[in-house]
Structure formats: structure tokens, C-alpha cells
């Protein structure tokens, strides 16, 4: 049997949920470490050994070798997979969307999400770019899904998984995916492909 890899992470992030939803979508064995970031998990010596940026998520391999970010991570876990297209350009425009999601999507709707959920932060309160640039987020997905089952195309790639993990608790931070339909009715297809099932609410 394979020694599984370790999963550092936090229940209620999209980003640590990415990695664990991959995992299970391709049998990997794998353990989970829950990691308290709001309670300082992150910033002990002994997760700063694992991970000097001290982010999650992070796997850990068998022989110690340590991946940090995501979107690195899932990578290295489907590479070969479904999930990753085989030709050059389709791989590429998978990519795209999961450097755009770091970029342009979850610094606006994670970001405020947190804000709201977690600092119980009053609306008036934060900075009014959130809102718009997440907005801007959910409709140039809802434009691309108006040409394409998923992300990059007609198949579930890793595209879908990185945008996923927020998109759905988009509500949570201030968003309605009632107005973006197309991105709704997404979401439920990439719930159904990774076999996760609908967003339950936080961890």
C-alpha cells in the first residue's frame, strides 16, 4: 500500500479544500492535519519548519518533501489525470483560470468572505473594491460558461476545482449567485463531477 501524503489545512478554506477534494476525486491516500489559522496554527515553530510562509495548505510527502499553494499542489497531484488536459494549448487555458483565480478572483470574493463570516465586519465597513471586483469575477465566469460547460472547455479540469472552492460560499461574502445563473448551475456540475456535494455552509 502507498503511504499517504499529509494534508495540512484549514477546514473552512476553499484553498485547503481544493487539495482535499483532489485527493479524494483520485483516490490518493492522504491524511488530514487540521491546522487552526485564525486561533495562530500557522505561526507556531513547528508549522514554520513545515512551511516558512506560513500558509495552508501544504502537503507533506513520505520521504519529508514538502509543496505549499494550492494551486501547485493539485497540479502535482493530477498531473497524469482527467483533470489536466493532455494537449498543450487546452493545459495552458486550464492554467490561465488557476492563475486568475489567485489573482483575480480570491483576493475579491475570499477576501471578503472572510471579512464578513469570520471578523463579523459590517458591509459599510470594507473596502468597496471587494464587492465590485468580485462582481467583475462572477461575470466574466458567467460570460465564459455561456460558451462552455466548464472553465476551459466541455470537461472538468482543475480550473473548475481552483474556482470553485469560493465561488460556492460566494453568498457568504456578500455575493448572489442568483444574478450569475450560468455560474450557479456550474457550480452544481463541478459538485457533482468531484463528487463533493452542495456547499453544507463553514466548517
Known amino acids: 500500500m502507498t503511504a499517504p501524503l499529509t494534508i495540512y489545512g484549514d477546514p473552512g478554506s ?29 505561526r507556531t515553530p513547528e ?25 501547485a499542489i493539485i497540479l502535482y497531484l493530477a498531473e497524469g489525470s482527467s ?3 493532455e494537449a498543450p494549448f487546452d493545459r495552458a487555458r486550464m492554467l490561465q483560470w488557476m ?11 475570499a477576501v471578503r468572505r472572510y471579512q464578513l463570516h469570520y ?21 466574466l465566469m458567467a460570460a465564459t460558461l455561456a460558451r462552455s460547460a466548464f472553465m476551459a472547455g466541455d470537461a472538468l479540469t482543475l ?9 460556492r460560499m460566494a453568498h457568504e461574502g456578500g455575493f448572489d449567485l442568483a ?10 456540475r463541478v459538485e457533482s463531477g468531484l463528487g463533493i456535494g452542495a456547499y453544507a455552509g463553514p466548517a
Open 47 to 71: 508549522f514554520l519548519a513545515l512551511n516558512p510562509a506560513g500558509r495552508v495548505p501544504i502537503v507533506v510527502r513520505p520521504d519529508g518533501a514538502v509543496l505549499s499553494e494550492s494551486n
Open 119 to 139: 471578523l463579523k465586519r459590517a458591509p459599510e465597513d470594507l473596502d468597496p473594491r471587494l464587492a465590485e471586483r468580485g462582481g467583475d469575477a462572477l461575470r
Open 99 to 109: 492563475f486568475w483565480e489567485q489573482y483575480s478572483h480570491e483576493p475579491y470574493i
Open 159 to 167: 480550473a473548475d476545482v481552483a474556482l470553485v472552492a469560493y465561488t
Open 14 to 42: 476553499g484553498n485547503c479544500l481544493k487539495v482535499k477534494w483532489v485527493a479524494a476525486h483520485l483516490g490518493i491516500p492522504t491524511v488530514w492535519r487540521d491546522v487552526d489559522v485564525p486561533g495562530g496554527g500557522t
Open 83 to 85: 483533470l489536466v488536459p
Open 179 to 188: 444574478a450569475y445563473p450560468a455560474v450557479g448551475a456550474w457550480v452544481g
